[in-house]
């Protein structure tokens, strides 16, 4: 049926088509100190043990500083977006020149921690240290995934469970639907592990 | 600060933290007519033009028969879960043996559309179409990224926007956070496309 939409209009529709997507930030400096921020509706879960995220990255579009950035240092942060800085994180993804850090011009604020080389956004709840692992080409279409070692994470601790389970929906995180729709969520239940 | 955790508490910690997930049911069919139906919180998009989707499974545990009708039927199908069914979705993730279907187990209802091999869950509202355009291993810790074709959609025509965007949040959409808590969403604001 999206045979023969236009462009714009395929992509808006194949966007919606996997169902409600992660919100991150993506917090990176290059080799000789430009920071540079990227909203990311990618974020996946890899795996436990060892710790491992995916994000998939487009370098046709607004990320391609963030890519460089990342073969050059390896290092990169990634931190939840919630109902106080969704504009300001969408805002990240306009075409801004290389010399403009989106830290600045969308009014987020960096943040060092524990000497670990990328920003973090100190106005997010959740806030994770990446390390890049390995590069996947997605020759289909010219994306890359980037496999990601979790070096760290910075949470409050009234949202860690005692079985280890985040209550992210108590950090107002939001989530997105197609390219430009943000989502609060509303917790309908946490489920038992299932057994036939 | 996860590193001395035990193996569950890693799990559900590491789980929390790429952020709001998808929850998507994948529909399958063995080479000898026996159908399959597992949760998937790992769905992403990866490109509009060609349409694909991708999808991490993780051999070792509940969707190991979903990767192997998919290996050798080359199709699957994409069901979104709504809040009517996030209860039998979840309880696709028991273990069961391989003779028996989960559609039936979970009281979901397997729907044939337009010749398409593999079952559609009826209950769901948006349904993709799916086959297997190739593997990708996950060296790091035995996974697979599957990029898949998409080949046709059905949803309902009022969730359908002009201009190509689809109101999932209209068919009760649920995400997930971490391994088994499940949320509704509530639309914050549609963004206008970012400029500098």
Redesign the interface.
Known sequence: ??KN?D??????????????????LIGTISSSGQTNLSIV??????????????I?I?PDISPRHTLENIRSTKVLT?N??N?NI??NA????????RE?SEFE?CSLTEEYLENFKAPFVKESH?K?ALEL??E?S?K??G?H?L?LK?L??WIPKRI??D????N??DTQ???V????????????????????
């Not at 462009?7 to 991150?24: P, Q, T």
Request: with cysteine; glycine share 6%.
């Open positions: 049926m999206f939409f462009d714009r209009k395929r992509v808006r529709f194949i966007n919606s088509l996997s169902g409600i997507k992660s919100a991150n509706s990618s974020a996946f879960h890899l795996g436990a043990s060892p710790a491992l995220l995916g998939i487009r990634l939840h977006v109902e969704y504009r969408h805002q990240t993804s306009a075409r801004y020149k403009v011009a959740v994770v692992s390995r996947v997605i289909e279409n994306t995934m496999i979790i760290g994470v860690m469970n079985d280890g389970y985040l992210i929906e995180a939001v989530c639907s197609g390219l430009d729709t943000y989502h609060s969520i509303q917790k309908l239940e946490r489920l038992p592990y299932a057994k036939p």
